[in-house]
């Protein structure tokens, strides 16, 4: 059972950049058979998609997050991260990261869907 | 984006017996269209996929139907452990988009 792990601070002031890192277990990041997302849910709310990334480095966004979202792997560390800048009280949230299977047997085509997900981390907006 | 919208919010339910869930998109999705189960203070869990197919491990219970805009998830016998919050999710269209989430309550 894959067990995905976010890490990161569980507080951060308004106009400032959130920060959180995802770790994967084993060289999953390098094989190129995932792509790697981050998913966040506001209390008591539904689900929001962020963007994801590929082990290459390819990304893409929400639209309604471009402007002050990034993302970012690292293979070495098997970890991704998110960044998310000029933070206000809408982006208090559980931010989970989530994988998208994208290769099964040497054979890939995009899924889209996520069938791992880590524990989630609060991560509260204020001052 | 594509909105969709998730029917009833909350649905109470006897164990035992059937519960259906609806989820209805803005445009059609065709048969892209997965379906997550959360617990409280849990991580959302891959039930189904494109539509009909379950994932790794999920009971046959649980039942997915629908396509284009109208999609339904049933599950035939309410167990204890089926009481949650259902998520239904496109990914047909970027960018990917969530239902607001369907509460089975026990009854």
């Known amino acids: 059972q894959v067990q995905l792990q976010e890490s990161g601070p569980g507080l951060a002031k308004p106009s400032q950049t959130l920060s959180l890192t995802c770790t994967v277990p084993?060289?999953?990041?390098?094989?190129?058979?995932?792509?790697w997302n981050w998913i966040r849910q506001p209390p008591g709310k539904g689900l929001e998609w962020i963007g994801y990334?590929?082990?290459?480095?390819?990304?893409y966004y929400n639209p309604s997050l471009k402007s002050r979202v990034a993302i970012s792997v690292d293979t070495s560390k098997n970890q991704f991260s998110l960044s998310l800048s000029s933070v206000n009280a809408s982006d208090t949230a559980v931010y989970y990261c989530?994988?998208?299977?994208?290769?099964?047997?040497?054979?890939?085509?995009?899924?889209?869907?996520?069938?791992?997900w880590g524990q989630g981390t609060l991560v509260t907006v204020s001052s | 984006e594509i909105v969709m919208t998730q029917s009833p919010v909350t649905l109470s339910v006897s164990p035992g017996k059937r519960a259906t869930l609806s989820c209805r998109a803005s445009?059609?999705?065709?048969?892209?269209l997965a379906w997550y189960q959360q617990k409280p203070g849990q991580a959302p869990r891959l039930l189904i996929y494109?539509?009909?197919t379950r994932a790794t491990g999920i009971p046959a219970r649980f039942s997915g139907s629908g396509s284009g805009t109208e999609f339904t998830l049933t599950i035939s016998s309410l167990q204890s452990e089926d009481f949650a919050v259902y998520h239904c999710?496109?990914?047909?269209?970027?960018?990917?988009?969530f239902g607001g989430g369907a509460k089975v309550e026990i009854k």
């Open positions: 494109g539509a009909s």
């Open positions: 989530a994988r998208e299977t994208y290769c099964i047997g040497g054979s890939c085509s995009r899924s889209s869907y996520f069938d791992q």
């Open positions: 999710q496109q990914y047909k269209k970027w960018p990917l988009t």
């Open positions: 445009q059609s999705v065709g048969s892209n």
């Open positions: 084993g060289d999953s990041i390098s094989s190129g058979d995932y792509f």
């Open positions: 990334i590929h082990y290459g480095g390819s990304t």
